[in-house]
């Protein structure tokens, strides 16, 4: 099954193996497998931002084909909601 050979083949965190601590985005390979077995839950709980950019990702991609009049704002809205649980997550990560 793909997702098996994706998560066989996940990559290492830079970061973390050269300066020893987790970057904003560790996490997001684990969370992006946990959705694609449907455990959304657990995707969440890895890496909250994962749904929400990929939520982010498919109002981009209808925008480019619909046009609407706001879309502009609600895909600028949903990056920042992204951007904001990412780094509220990565914040999170160093009380817990």
Known sequence: MIVDWI???QFSCVVKSN???ECPGCGTQRAFIALLRGDVIESLSIHP???LFLITFLVVIIQIFA???RGGWVVLSLFVL???ATMVNYVLKFFH
Do not use: N
């Open 7 to 9: 998560e066989k083949h």
């Open 19 to 21: 300066l020893g601590f």
């Open 49 to 51: 931002g994962v749904l």
């Open 67 to 69: 046009q609407f009049k």
């Open 82 to 84: 992204s951007i904001t």
